[in-house]
């Protein structure tokens, strides 16, 4: 009996130091979270940081011409024969709507890309020969050389195996990135979502504000401008 009582009070103990370990390890991993853009702010004046609900981060600023530019932190754990994958993503928005098609290209798809704003595409496109798999998809209002010029930048730049995506539309480019892969003993083990990373580097949050820079120069030759009136 006394044996018994004993082994009893010995799982409720460590249970409830299991579950307070729990909480701290999870508390602890939304404080890191919170973080990973901190150097990253350094690249930009005026900088706002949110958070999403996942405490993620969440930059926005402005570049030198006015831009905005919004840098991001997505968790994708959706492929589950996969470790996680956490991504970075930079969007760059115009200050006025551009005279030009929306086309992007997506590496390695499996159909799970939540994220993705190639999947919503409707028209299929022929991708360039490459080593990647590489799913290209445009609105259907591209002309030949649009094509061929997109083409071309994202034999380029998916020729970096760390690109996931990248898309040029009128009102702006995306550029996403890999930033991070789950730990194997914490996803495989734990069922956790941790990733062995204290910052993001000001080097990949750079690259990528970069190429989305250059994703919107491409088509420059064939644009023109459409201003967009405020209303009365």
């Known amino acids: ?68 530019v919004r840098v991001e932190l997505l968790a994708d754990t959706m492929v589950t024969r996969r470790l996680p994958q956490l991504w970075l993503r930079v969007t760059l928005s115009e200050l006025r709507e551009r005279n030009r098609p929306a086309i992007g290209a997506l590496a390695r798809p499996t159909g799970a890309e939540y994220y993705s704003l190639v999947h919503d595409l409707p028209e299929w496109m022929a991708p360039p020969e490459m080593d990647t798999s590489l799913l290209m998809r445009g609105d259907g209002r591209a002309t030949a050389w649009q094509v061929e010029r997109a083409a071309t930048m994202f034999r380029s730049l998916f020729s970096d195996p760390g690109v996931k995506e990248a898309v040029i539309s009128p009102r702006g480019t995306r550029v996403i990135r890999q930033a991070a892969q789950g730990e194997r003993a914490a996803h495989l083990f734990l069922r956790q979502i941790r990733f062995a990373v204290a910052t993001i580097s000001t080097d990949l949050v750079s690259k990528a504000v970069a190429e989305a820079t250059s994703l919107s120069e491409a088509m420059a030759a064939s644009e023109a401008t459409i201003p967009v009136y405020e209303a009365a």
Do not use: Y
């Open 1 to 68: 009996m006394i044996t018994t009582i004993a082994l009893a009070a010995f799982v409720a103990a460590t249970c409830a130091w299991m579950g307070k370990r729990a909480i701290s390890d999870h508390r602890a991993i939304l404080a890191q979270r919170r973080g990973l853009l901190d150097e990253a702010a350094t690249l930009f004046p005026d900088v706002r940081i949110t958070f999403a609900p996942d405490q993620f981060p969440i930059l926005v600023s402005n570049l030198e011409d006015g831009r905005q």
